[in-house]
């Protein structure tokens, strides 16, 4: 098989930002003449179609409808090429033919916008964050209303009934029979985008390729009572969250390769020529998020390509066409004189752009000077953010993504948590001391460079401490502006929630909470708590909700109705948070509560087994790291390693990777440290005993005794 290689081609930059899945790539009517039409949709309401000519664009139409556009899909008659282009703006769904008329207008008549639609045939599936509906014919079929918000939808092509699947923003994936779930299938981190393989489910018809916010991969077939994992693919060098995926045969071998785009500008290639799983095979490094992509034939019909399209609106093309020749060892440019051409119109545009700026401007100052009341008005920009817990790592993926260029971001929290910058980030990072009076715990300052529009940062939170993260986002724009966004750091922020069930005969700690509070009272409370909890409680008198501490995987079981909550773990800390913040709660509402505990002193020998493993790697390794340049100097000196141990050996040899895995290893110490002093603190406050001033002695024995936890154990609940 021959290498891979793709020549990156620019045709086209939208007035505002296009969103996931806002683009597709019409199918050809002449497969050996035609190159396929290209369908945008933008955020400021405007859907058009065009083709590449020469490498410039060629616009068919363009229809503005004044409302944002959250999907784009290619539909048809059952049979017929799929060639109608149907776009989803707030609640409505309008159809447009591929030469600009529109055939299709329907009102879903739902308050909250579309986010996510699909189309087969006569059938018409939407979904917005937590309502699923299918309609036929225009017409109300089917609808279910879920707890969980949705980011995406397919539909498998069965034979007997076309099946529709939701990606569920908690970690599930739900196969819907009409109006009913058939069942909840786990994935490892929160589904973004849903795609058919093969793009038509494979030789089965039902299988699914999902991809996660924290760079996952992988592929389930769906049965009719479970869901069966094909493959996954795990992201150990922590790249960033996979936006969108297509099928197509880039590399020319008669089998579909899936091509990955991830929200930092990567674009992965992955062929399955010799195996059923995924190898990788080509990856582009690009520096803006790319939130669409699709391999066609569009800018010469006799090469393929991957046509993307960026958050900011940049639309090009990674073809396989060369753009030089190599000739008797003499690199010469092909097609130099439209490539001459193309450089010069290029010019006069800026020219022309460079002359109407400076003609508008001297209105603008015409305007203020002649009126002492005119108001200069802010121009609005887009801003998408998210905050998201990442597994892997048990840290928080902080992103932020303008559809302008950042000059400078501003962090500001009322809680200790720690800011991790990203190597691909090209913004100067530097902190700023802060007041304790000022409610400020936290100030970091990104100053951005020319063009940035997307910042990535790893936040680590403290369990137990909890308050608001801001984000003050200036522009480069004028005049200047700065956007707000906020997000919650949570009590318990290290767990998430599972669909696995709690073990009946685990040893566990047991709150149970009685008192007169309603059931919207106990879930607003845990809400408060806890992430990924429904908005509103659900219909039946009595819920239950499991979460996991990613970082120490330990279980937490929440069982609660009016009147009355049971919360299980084996961790003495999640009970003690979750005491406290039920107890300040409950003084707010003048509500009395009766609490009484269960607590068991073999969980505190568990969670310890748990913790003390990773204090004693991260202590090994750092004995190891202060033993590099001592060891490097020995035999500077003209000593031969003979000299020294195989292990010493082994360090001198391993020394670029201890000192890469050593960048982060005090603040897990400290993390850990931290953990096991609150559990001490945690089991004795249970018993009516303040202890905080052995927690010297506490870590004098931890320090001597981290490789003999049974010791470390009895010394703990001696003291």
């Not at 299988?207 to 924290?214: A, I, K, M």
Request: glycine share 4%; net charge negative.
């Amino acid at each position: 098989m021959l290498e891979l290689q793709l020549n990156r081609v620019d045709y086209l930059k939208t007035i505002s930002s296009v969103t996931t899945k806002c683009m597709r790539l019409l199918p050809r009517e002449n497969v050996k003449k035609d190159t396929q039409k290209i369908a945008l949709g933008e955020s400021n309401g405007t859907v058009q179609l065009f083709s590449i000519r020469k490498k410039d664009t060629a616009a068919i139409f363009k229809t503005p409808l004044g409302k944002r556009i959250s999907r784009v899909e290619l539909g048809g008659r059952a049979g017929e090429i799929t060639d109608r282009i149907f776009v989803a703006a707030e609640s409505e769904v309008k159809g447009f033919s591929k030469k600009g008329k529109q055939f299709y207008a329907f009102d879903t008549n739902i308050s909250d916008p579309i986010r996510c639609m699909s189309i087969v045939g006569s059938s018409l599936y939407t979904c917005t964050e937590t309502t699923y509906t299918h309609y036929v014919e225009s017409r109300e079929a089917d609808t279910v209303t879920f707890a969980a918000k949705m980011n995406d939808i397919v539909v498998l092509p069965l034979p007997i009934q076309p099946m529709a699947v939701v990606a569920c923003q908690d970690r599930l994936l739900r196969p819907i029979n009409k109006s009913s779930v058939l069942y909840d299938a786990e994935v490892p981190g929160i589904p973004t985008t849903l795609i058919l393989s093969n793009k038509n489910g494979g030789p089965t018809k039902s299988e699914v390729v999902y991809g996660t916010s924290d760079g996952r991969l992988g592929q389930l077939e769906i049965g009719s009572i479970s869901a069966n994992t094909k493959w996954e693919i795990a992201n150990p060098k922590h790249l960033s969250g996979i936006s969108a995926i297509d099928f197509y045969d880039i590399l020319a071998d008669g089998v579909p390769d899936m091509i990955v785009a991830r929200e930092d500008g990567t674009v992965e290639v992955y062929n399955f020529e010799t195996t059923d799983e995924p190898i990788l095979k080509y990856t582009y490094n690009g520096t803006e998020s790319i939130t669409n992509i699709e391999g066609g034939v569009v800018g010469n019909s006799n090469y393929d390509e991957l046509v993307c399209c960026t958050y900011q609106g940049w639309v090009f093309g990674l073809t396989s066409q060369p753009l030089q020749n190599e000739l008797g060892g003499e690199v010469v440019t092909a097609q130099n004189d439209d490539l001459k051409q193309r450089i010069d119109d290029l010019k006069n545009e800026v020219d022309e752009l460079q002359r109407k700026l400076t003609v508008a401007r001297e209105r603008y100052q015409v305007a203020i000077n002649s009126d002492t009341r005119a108001l200069s008005t802010i121009r609005e920009f887009r801003v998408n953010d998210r905050f998201e817990l990442n597994r892997d790592d048990a840290t928080y993926n902080l992103t932020i993504e303008s559809e302008v260029p950042i000059d400078n971001v501003l962090l500001q929290c009322d809680v200790i948590l720690d800011i991790l910058d990203v190597e691909k980030n090209s913004a100067v990072m530097s902190f700023s001391d802060c007041d304790p009076k000022d409610n400020n715990a936290v100030l970091v300052t990104y100053r951005c460079q020319m063009n940035t529009t997307r910042l990535e940062m790893h936040v680590r939170t403290i369990e137990g401490h909890y308050g608001t993260l801001q984000l003050y986002i200036t522009s480069k724009i004028q005049p200047r502006c700065s956007m707000l966004r906020r997000h919650t750091i949570k009590p318990l922020s290290l767990h998430q929630r599972s669909s696995s069930a709690v073990d009946p005969n685990k040893r566990m700690n047991t709150m149970k909470i009685t008192g007169s509070f309603s059931y919207a009272e106990i879930h607003s409370w845990i809400q408060f708590c806890l992430a990924d909890v429904p908005e509103r409680p659900p219909i039946d008198k009595e819920n239950r909700l499991v979460y996991t501490n990613i970082f120490l995987h330990t279980q937490l079981e929440c069982i609660y109705k009016q009147d009355e909550a049971i919360f299980r773990s084996e961790n003495v800390s999640t009970i003690s948070i979750l005491k406290d913040i039920m107890s300040k709660k409950a003084t707010e509402k003048k509500i009395v509560l009766d609490i009484s505990y269960e607590l068991s002193n073999e969980t505190i020998a568990l969670t310890l087994g748990q913790i003390l493993p990773m204090i004693a790697h991260y202590k090994t390794l750092t004995d190891k790291y202060n033993l590099i340049e001592p060891l490097k100097e020995l035999v500077m000196d003209g000593s031969s390693d003979d000299v020294l141990t195989p292990e010493y050996r082994q360090v001198l040899t391993d020394a670029n990777a201890i000192s890469e895995q050593y960048k982060q290893t005090p603040v897990h110490l400290n993390r850990l440290c931290s953990m096991v002093a609150d559990l001490f603190i945690d089991k004795h406050k249970f018993e009516g005993t303040n202890v905080k001033a052995k927690i010297p002695i506490l870590f004098e024995k931890l320090n001597t005794t981290f490789t003999q936890p049974q010791i470390f154990i009895d010394f703990f609940n001696s003291l």
